[in-house]
Each structure stands twice: as structure tokens, then as C-alpha cells.
DNA sequence: CTGTTAGCGCGTTCAA
DNA sequence: TTGAACGCGCTAACAG
């Protein structure tokens, strides 16, 4: 069942294959109608289908667009490529995914491979805050957008979500509530823009309101050292803001098993990526980024440079903060 | 900055185009030792990455393996195509993703798309339980592996959760607690063989232990009805049994709303993909699919089946049961 | 409106 | 051990 070609249904036709080529890509102010329509026939009939590589070997673009992921283990991800792949879908684009699993090296070969593979564009959550761990990148001169984080200088166009205001915004929430006292917990191993502006928003209320601002940075979840910091200063109306869902979670767990009441002993709230906060008893007031969003107005700013070279532009998706009660 | 290609190679080593094409190829047999040397130089040098869809022409593989998820919005997808890459990473392979976002028409789209690139092979989660609605994939001749679940009648290799046996085993430690009574709780526009082994699981327990089954079919996670079911039985010991992450949430939210308490009232367990069932109080006994393992057996599957043509096969991937505080 | 011709980048006979 | 020449399936001048 050897594949049809433009070959054979040019045969079928009786015309030649530049005719059909033509048909393919809508061309059709070059093609008596009547042609036109045997063309059309002859091709729901052999169900041809033209093959991508080919036409990509002589026409400039692939049709392909590269995605590269940090963590595919995570709802994050999911939401971002449906994102991604509703917009594709109206431009007939297929969507290359790589995750680099939070490896630079894994992220340097994913790179290579989609450049190899000639995408028309690609769409990475950097690992490296470092512009100068993608020089390579810059030189091949492939269009890319950057999304949920940026790198430093500046050289690609970027959607991430309002990190600062949003944060700001749950902040203000929180001083409201009369909190004294907010601890910020990350991961240590988290170096991004991203994290950063979620704590200089946070930053920017504690200093207005005159609140107590702590980081606890925190390796492979473990969160010992929050005892610590929590029985220092006992008699301080204290809220946890995590930096992401994972560590909410994290820390959900730790203040259940060491008999915390939220929120009367202590308040809690953060980033939740696959809401959570809804399900959980008291509902946990959180932000919610919009992934699914973000990855669309990131395919549509690729789309737009890829076409017309549109300028540079950095993309700010609203967050949803929802209060509930868990301060 | 214009891509380098093997005809810039070949002159800036000084042989021709094919000696560069069989040390690319491997065939290290038929060059010498000296200009194996300079050429691995001179690409080392010049950044050389072979044009993948050239290759991909001449040669019969493409090195890419495309993947139809039913709903990307779900951790269950992550998972998988994490799994996935892990053993593509091992095979120098790419992944093409596509989302058939529960619509046939998407679907079938989205098989056509990538047929049209020349994948070596088809990962499928397919949306119809009927072998018929893929014919044309059939007759393609292309490789495919079904992951997650079956088509009737069998045409394809497939790899699946263990979904009857764990299913029994949780209806099991639900006798066990004395349940008199489980209501099973799915989709009802989901007529896949995995619920329905679920539910096949649920019912051999019964029948032998005497307990009462059950099934609530849901739309739009409207568990309304549950209220008449539940009070047209009050003196029985009552558990409910959630046929995916989705509905587990949505049932515990249901019963928060109307002030069941978990597990005096009511028991509950279910599948659940997003480890909700550890943060949870109390906690809640759940089925773990193992999405991530799953993924990787099906690669390795297709990837056996792309390499030596190996038998049909329907593999099982073990699930794992946790138990804890919901029944 | 249609066909002829010449590649795109690479792999592969067939000769040397 | 190496190279010349052809073709994979398709697009794009350039003629007609």
C-alpha cells in the first residue's frame, strides 16, 4: 500500500504535477475551474495526502513549531500546549514537544533537535535566566518566544503571567487580614524572573504595610526548617505564601501533620496550578495563572512575528486570584 | 547566517558530499581513519546539524513518533508523554503531539496530520471504542500502539492500567470494611472498555461478597441525581467509587456541599490522577495509575514493533492502591 | 491557464 | 577507500 503522490494523481488527471502543486496551495486564480474540480475529485478519492518533509525541503517553512517545556510533569505544561495547540490549529501547524525534565543539558539537545527538524518557530520556558546560554539560539536566528519566564539581557519576546501584581494584589489580600508576618517559600533550585517577581510584589505590600517578610528556600520539598522559623516568632499572625503548586501542596501537608488549623493558627495561600484550592477544606485562597491562555497568546505573538516581524513585545497574562478562606 | 549543509562539509574537508553522508550514517567501515577525523572536525566546527526532512526523503524513517492524547488538560497526559519521552530521549526520536480534545473530528484530523509527516509511528488514545472508525489508519499500514485504552474488535497492541484487577482489589478492602452498598460514578459520554473493566472489577466483588452496585452516569459533573440515590437507601452502608480524578474532586466537593462526613457518613475512593487523595483530609483512599510508566511501555512497545515486527501484545501496567482514611 | 525544468539536502547505487 | 550521478516528493521560476 505504497503512498500516492502528486505524481499519480497528476497521472489520474492528466495533467501535470505543477497543476496539482498549484491546487495544493491555492492557487487557483492559475487553474481553469474545470480542472480545478476533476483535481479536487481525484484527490478525496486517492486520499492523497501531501508529504510535509518534501514540501519542506523546498518551501521555507515546516508547518512545524517547537515547544520546550521544563517540567512535563505538571498540570502547568497540559494547560500551556492546549493552549498552544488550539491557535496551531487554525494555522494547520503541528506542534513539536520537548520536555528538558529541568536539565540544561536536556534543554541545549531538545534546542538543536527542533532546529534540526526546521521548525518555523519555537516556544521555550527557559531554565537558564542566562541569555547567553542560548547564544546559540540568537545565531541561528530561528524565531522564539520565551514564555512564563525571561532571561537576562533581554533578546525574545516573552508571555509569562503578571507575577508582580498578581502577587501584589494576594499581598494586599492578605494585609487586609491583618497578617504581621508573610513567609515566602520557594525552591532553592529555582533561580527564575518568574519566582523573583512573585516576591517583589510581595515585597512591595511588606514595606507599605510594615509587614514581616521571610524567605524560606526549600530543597526537594522538605520543609524542616519551617518549624524553626515559625516557633521563632510565636505570637506573630504568620501567612505561608508558596511560590507554586507543588510546594503548596507541600505545605498543606506539613501544617496537617503538625496540626496547624487554617487558618486560625496560621494562614496559607500561593500559587495553585490544578485547582486545588476549591477542593481543599477551607478553600484555599490562591492564584491561578492561566496556562491555557498564556500558551495561546504566546502561539498567537509567534505566529505574528513569524509572519509580518512583528517588534518586540513582553506579554502579560491576568492571573485570577480567588479568596477563599484559608486566611 | 544561512544553514550549513553537507555540501559545505564536504568542501571545507575537501571530499565529496557521500563520504560525509556515510559518516553520518555510521558506515565508518568504508572511510579512513584520517578523513573520519577531519570530517568529525570540521562538523564539530561548523555546527553542522544534518536537515532532518531531507533525510527523512531518502531514507524510510523520520525519527518521529506522533502522539493523540484524548485531553491534554490532565495530569494523566503529562504523565504519559513524560514516559514517553524518556524512552524516544534513549532512541534519538522526536515526538509530535497532537490533542484530540475529545472530538472525533479532531481525532481524526490529527491521525491524518501526522501520517502526512511520515511518522515512524502512532501512540493513540483513542476516542472511539470502534476498530471501524480508524480503518484508514488500518489500511495506512502505520505503526500504532493504543495506550490507555482498547478498540473492538482487536487490531492493535495496546497498553493499559491493570484497570479490572485494581479495581477489584479496591472493591475487596471495601467488603472488607463491611460496605453494603458502592455506587460507581462515570461519564456519561464515556463508553470506553477502561471504565467499563473498572466497573467489570467492582461487580465480580460484588456478586460474591452480596453487595449492591450501583452506576450513576454523570454529565457535566452534575451529581445531582446522587442526593435521590443516596436517600433512597439511608440504613446502608454506603461507599462511592469515582471512575476518574475529575469526578473523585467533583463527589468530594458534592459531599463537602451537603455536609457528609468522610468516612462516617459516607466512604469514597476512586482513580486519581493528581495525588489529591495525600493532601486531602482524611485521606483518601485512591488508585494511582502510573501514567508515567505506562507511557514508557508503550514506547518501548512501538519502538519493538518499528525495529524486529513483533506480535500483537496487550500489556497491563500495575496500578498502585493506597490506602488511606476515606472508607 | 498549463507544462518544462531545475533544484531543496541528503542517501545510495555503480564505477573507479 | 572514494566520487559522480540519480532520485526522494514537492515548489517555483520561466516559457508557452
Known sequence: MDKVTIMDVANEVGVSKTTISRYLNGHFDRINAHTREKIKQA???MGYVPNQQARTLKAKHSHLIGLVVADMANLYSSFL??????????????LLIVDSANSLTNEKKALTQLMASNVDGIIL??????????????????????????????????????NFSASREMALALAKQKYQRIIFISLASDSSTTH?????????VAQ????????????????????????????TKTALFAVNGQLLIACLQWLQEHHYVIPNDIGITGYDD?????VLSPGISTIDQNPQEIGQATARLLFE???????HEDAEVASKLTLRHSF
Not at 81 to 94: A, M, P
Not at 130 to 152: A, G, I, K, P
Not at 274 to 278: D, F, N, P, T, V
Open 125 to 162: 520556558q527557559p531554565l537558564s535566566v542566562n541569555s547567553q546560554d542560548y547564544q546559540f539560539l540568537v545565531e541561528s536566528n530561528t524565531n522564539v518566544v520565551l514564555v512564563d519566564r525571561q532571561t537576562r539581557p533581554t533578546v525574545w519576546s516573552s508571555v509569562t503571567a503578571d
Open 43 to 45: 484527490i478525496d478519492e
Open 274 to 278: 490544578s485547582e486545588l484550592g476549591a
Open 81 to 94: 500546549i492546549r493552549g498552544i495547540q488550539n491557535v496551531l490549529r487554525e494555522h494547520d501547524y503541528s
Open 305 to 311: 512575528y513569524i509572519g509580518g516581524k512583528r517588534g
Open 196 to 204: 523573583a517577581l512573585r516576591y517583589e510584589g510581595l515585597q512591595k
Open 208 to 235: 507599605q504595610k510594615s509587614i514581616l517578610l521571610d524567605a524560606l528556600e526549600v530543597t526537594d520539598n522538605d520543609l524542616t526548617d519551617l518549624d524553626r522559623l515559625l516557633k521563632a516568632t510565636p505570637h
